[in-house]
């Protein structure tokens, strides 16, 4: 059962343009999401979070909307670079103060000249 | 500040032998979580301690288990292998004041 979905597994944007990254959970209890972004032989590394609070974090050019009604997130990459290309993905907890994580399977993003 | 180190970072065993893998977190973090990584499946949370006990375990059989040492530091042993627990093993770590969580290269573990 597959909590948190990311039901592309690749994007490819041209430099210059917006990425849009999308994501879906399933549980109503999550109160807290992340988006984590991975190279190859590397660990992830932590993007940008928002809590169910809000409905929109931003952090430079990375912006990540939240839709509790919908179960829906999705980070947005703007502009996109060659070195966004990576594989992305989200995250979902469902009580703060707990490491648990519930990841969404990624998705590939390539970003070309 | 060092980052969180997983040794080793490759590793070849056969069915049925045991393995453990090591994770050292960053200084000052008391929390250390481990997650599967395996094609199409995304990260799979495996368990999570703080301060040397278990406080989450994911959905994984018996053979997975781990334990934290007091200086923070974690093992991961499993036994019995199968062929279908060849995966990247990441380590991560944190404070546990928010839910930001650091992650080690991993462990690349391949069962022949």
Known sequence: DQQVKQNSPSLSVQEGRISIL???YTNSMFDYFLW???YPAEGPTFLISISSIKDKNEDGRFTVFLN???KHLSLHIVPSQPGDSAVYFCAASGV???DKLIFGTGTRLQVFP | KAGVTQTPRYLIKTRGQQVTLSCSPISGHRSVSWYQQTPGQGLQFLFEYFSETQRNKGNFPGRFSGRQFSNSRSEMNVSTLELGDSAL???ASSTR???EQFFGPGTRLTVL
């Open chain 2, 97 to 99: 004041q928010d839910n």
């Open chain 1, 36 to 38: 984590y972004k991975k």
């Open chain 2, 89 to 91: 093993y990441l380590c």
């Open chain 1, 22 to 24: 999308n994501c879906d």
């Open chain 1, 68 to 70: 509790k009604s919908a």
């Open chain 1, 96 to 98: 703060r103060n707990t």
